[in-house]
């Protein structure tokens, strides 16, 4: 079946832009994360959804950054006024629920702010 | 704070040979570890995962080892092959699903 969607796969946008990343997760899975990966980094998590509500936003760096998952599938992650240093590759996941399920991530949102 | 880390940044191995990878982590609170496969421009892929209730656990040429004690984690690959290169991860799960993961060990396999 189909795996984990992110669109766009890349994009580039000037600084003090706003953005926005959608993640289109396996169909019936309840939970939904999303993580940030630095070249050369491993995985650094965001927030994560369980149904449409936004279950743990910890790894959120800022308030420029916002999540949504209004129906309990697709999510949209927004970046306002983006700043070089939110350059990174953002990858979302999701799983059949949360906890101890296997995770399966999709091939990532390459951002460039310029 | 609450840490994942690899010994070593890049692993190079002729074919054919048996590749080993390592992992250490903080948290001894942790109970579920997972391991994770990352090719140029993909997101990781699952590969294995282990409980804190189990030493050992093995699959397709994966085993994973988990010593508690030192909390260490390994991977080892049997017969490494081409297609295993990549970067492989190790990650934490305290339980709400939440991953934590290390930097990552680049296996560049030598035909």
């Known amino acids: 079946g189909a795996g984990v969607s992110q669109t766009p796969s890349n994009k580039v946008t000037e600084k003090g832009k706003y953005v926005e990343l959608r993640c289109d997760p396996i169909?019936?899975?309840?939970?939904l994360y999303w993580y940030r990966q630095s070249l050369g980094q491993g995985p650094e998590f965001l927030i994560y959804?369980?149904?449409?509500?936004?279950?743990?936003d910890s790894g959120l760096p800022n308030d420029r950054f916002f999540a949504v998952r209004p129906e309990g599938s697709v999510s949209t992650l927004k970046i306002q006024r983006t700043e070089r240093g939110d350059s990174a590759v953002y990858l979302c996941a999701s799983s059949s629920q949360a906890g101890y399920y296997e995770q399966y991530f999709g091939p990532g949102t390459r951002l460039t702010v310029t | 704070g609450e840490s994942v880390g690899l010994h070593l940044p890049t692993l190079s191995v002729q074919e054919g040979d048996n590749s080993i990878i390592n992992c250490a982590y903080s948290?001894?609170?942790?109970?579920?570890f997972i391991w994770y496969k990352q090719e140029s421009g993909k997101g990781p892929q699952f590969i294995i995962d282990?409980?804190?209730?189990?030493d050992k656990r093995q699959g397709q040429r994966v085993t994973v080892l988990l010593n508690k004690t030192v909390k260490h984690l390994s991977l080892q690959i049997a017969a490494t092959q081409p297609g295993d290169s990549a970067v492989y991860f190790c990650a934490e799960n305290p339980g709400s699903g939440k991953l934590i993961f290390g930097q990552g060990t680049e296996l560049s396999v030598k035909p």
């Open positions: 959804f369980q149904g449409t509500g936004a279950a743990d």
């Open positions: 169909s019936g899975h309840t939970a």
């Open positions: 282990i409980r804190s209730n189990m």
């Open positions: 948290n001894s609170a942790s109970d579920y």
